[in-house]
């Protein structure tokens, strides 16, 4: 991944690259999330995080057409996080099944 300097500051907000986002939206996106309360905010941050992963599995489903979605999470975590951890996510994973 490529990261770019900041391209400007807009409202207080460091823009990165290009940017399709009128300014005066950019703006009132900000004014929002300033006036937001902190449980809001995290809210958000998770909400944006569950779509990104989201994401990130539909393209390993897409480029592994008849992956499971569990298999798609675990080559996610093995992806981002390690083959040590997506193994041990494994093993938990097959421990619970065993155990029911």
């Known amino acids: 991944m490529t990261c770019y300097p900041p391209r400007e500051v807009q409202c207080g907000i ?11 939206a950019l703006r009132l996106q900000a004014e929002l999330l300033r006036r937001a309360t902190p449980a809001r ?4 941050a998770l909400s944006l995080t569950a779509s990104v992963i ?4 539909a393209g390993i489903r897409r480029r592994s057409p008849g992956i499971s979605d569990e298999d798609a999470r675990l080559q996610f975590v093995e992806i981002h996080y390690g083959a040590e951890l997506a193994q041990a ?12």
């Open 54 to 57: 989201e994401l990130a599995c």
């Open 14 to 24: 460091v823009q990165f690259g290009i940017s399709d986002t009128d300014p005066d």
């Open 41 to 44: 905010r995290l809210e958000l």
């Open 89 to 100: 996510v494994r093993g938990r994973l097959m421990a619970d099944r065993n155990a029911r």
